[in-house]
């Protein structure tokens, strides 16, 4: 018969507070610590190995930060659920936590009953944010929106041409570099880029730039070219 | 989704005090002597009550956190923001 309990993995760089934490979760008879791992790269290296259902990552993990633990784990192990540990409530830490894929987070000062409940929790599909921390994350959710939405009420007034030009610049290109991307004369490339920096309301190919990476533009000009 | 355009905007009566004690929040209205006990979904949602912010950005916002369906969102956020304008926590601005 198959183990029911929640296989999982733990990953901080105390190993003191991975011995508590493992006494503390095997005393539990749903959930079962089937791995540990002291830096990112061996959380990685354990959940390939192990499957763990829910991985507990400290963001400040050395050796691949829990950021970057938890964004590899994401793409690797995608059936595996990250509860991310931080010293803080960082409203900064806890976007960047969820974007990298992370399905709950929680203080490392929180109660230890609060860990099991967002454990499984965080298993049963919720996402679990500290309850303190939701009006503010709710709130730079709707800003960001806010912020895609002129975005990409700027980007329609630009042609399907100048969207190619715009994705150029993004990359980096120069006009020599759009010109031989988009087999066009290097002149005209310098209009395109001329007219889509006032269409934008930009004043250089920088701030070009940095309108498709910061309002994440370049997946909806990548799709606009195929 | 975009705004609805003419959507009114629920703002935070200022003279109320939040306190927040674990998972609730306790509002406390000195006009009326009144205090009142918000989960952590209310507490989210009156913290959004800042007189810019539309019921459906808020609907929008908690759906794309929580994943669940808009229309259960959507009848949670009105119950709540009705809640709030009966027990006088927030008035209503117009939109511009």
Same mark, same amino acid.
């Given at each position: 018969?198959?183990?029911?309990?929640?296989?999982?993995?733990?990953?901080?760089?105390?190993?003191?507070?991975?011995?508590?934490?493992?006494?503390?979760?095997?005393?539990?008879?749903?959930?079962?610590?089937?791995?540990?791992? $002291?830096?990112?790269?061996?959380?990685?290296?354990?959940?390939?190995?192990?499957?763990?259902?829910?991985?507990?990552?400290?963001?400040?993990?050395?050796?691949?930060?829990?950021?970057?633990?938890?964004?590899?784990?994401?793409?690797?192990?995608?059936?595996?659920?990250?509860?991310?540990?931080?010293?803080?409530?960082?409203?900064?830490?806890?976007?960047?936590?969820?974007?990298?894929?992370?399905?709950?987070?929680? $203080?490392? $000062?929180?109660?230890? %009953?609060?860990?099991?409940?967002?454990?499984?929790?965080? %298993?049963? #599909?919720?996402?679990?944010?500290?309850?303190?921390?939701?009006?503010?994350?709710?709130?730079?959710?709707?800003?960001?929106?806010?912020?895609?939405?002129?975005?990409?009420?700027?980007?329609?007034?630009?042609?399907?041409?100048?969207?190619?030009?715009?994705?150029?610049?993004?990359?980096?290109?120069?006009?020599? #570099?759009?010109?031989?991307?988009?087999?066009?004369?290097?002149?005209?490339?310098?209009?395109?880029?001329?007219?889509?920096?006032?269409?934008?309301?930009?004043?250089?190919?920088?701030?070009?730039?940095?309108?498709?990476?910061? $309002?994440?533009?370049?997946?909806?000009?990548?799709?606009?070219?195929? | 989704?975009?705004?609805?355009?003419?959507?009114?905007?629920?703002?935070?009566?200022?003279?109320?005090?939040?306190?927040? /004690?674990?998972?609730?929040?306790?509002?406390?209205?000195?006009?009326? /002597?009144?205090?009142?006990?918000?989960?952590?979904?209310?507490?989210?949602?009156?913290?959004?009550?800042?007189?810019?912010?539309?019921?459906?950005?808020?609907?929008?916002?908690?759906?794309?956190?929580?994943?669940?369906?808009?229309?259960?969102? /959507?009848?949670?956020?009105?119950?709540?923001?009705?809640?709030? /304008?009966?027990?006088?926590?927030?008035?209503?601005?117009?939109?511009?």
């Amino acid at each position: 018969m198959a183990d029911p309990s929640v296989k999982v993995l733990l990953a901080d760089g105390h190993s003191l507070f991975r011995e508590a934490m493992r006494v503390v979760l095997e005393a539990q008879e749903d959930l079962s610590v089937v791995a540990e791992a $002291s830096d990112g790269m061996q959380a990685l290296a354990e959940a390939r190995v192990n499957e763990p259902d829910v991985a507990l990552i400290d963001l400040q993990l050395p050796n691949s930060d829990g950021l970057r633990t938890t964004a590899s784990l994401a793409d690797s192990q995608p059936s595996c659920r990250t509860l991310v540990l931080s010293d803080d409530d960082d409203e900064e830490l806890l976007v960047l936590a969820l974007e990298a894929g992370a399905s709950g987070f929680i $203080s490392k $000062s929180s109660p230890i %009953h609060e860990l099991l409940s967002a454990t499984r929790r965080v %298993h049963s #599909g919720e996402t679990v944010v500290p309850p303190q921390m939701l009006g503010g994350l709710l709130g730079r959710l709707i800003s960001r929106r806010r912020e895609r939405d002129h975005a990409l009420r700027l980007l329609a007034r630009l042609t399907s041409r100048e969207r190619e030009v715009l994705a150029s610049l993004a990359r980096g290109a120069d006009n020599a #570099g759009i010109a031989r991307a988009l087999v066009i004369s290097p002149e005209t490339a310098r209009t395109h880029v001329q007219n889509v920096l006032h269409k934008l309301e930009l004043h250089s190919r920088l701030e070009a730039a940095a309108f498709v990476m910061q $309002s994440d533009l370049l997946d909806e000009l990548e799709e606009a070219r195929v | 989704m975009t705004v609805s355009v003419g959507e009114r905007r629920p703002l935070r009566n200022p003279k109320v005090l939040l306190r927040q /004690e674990g998972e609730q929040g306790i509002a406390i209205d000195p006009d009326t /002597e009144s205090v009142h006990v918000m989960n952590a979904t209310a507490v989210a949602i009156w913290v959004l009550c800042d007189g810019r912010t539309v019921p459906s950005e808020m609907v929008t916002a908690i759906c794309d956190l929580s994943k669940l369906p808009w229309d259960v969102v /959507e009848e949670d956020v009105q119950s709540i923001l009705r809640q709030f /304008e009966e027990t006088s926590l927030i008035t209503w601005e117009d939109s511009t």
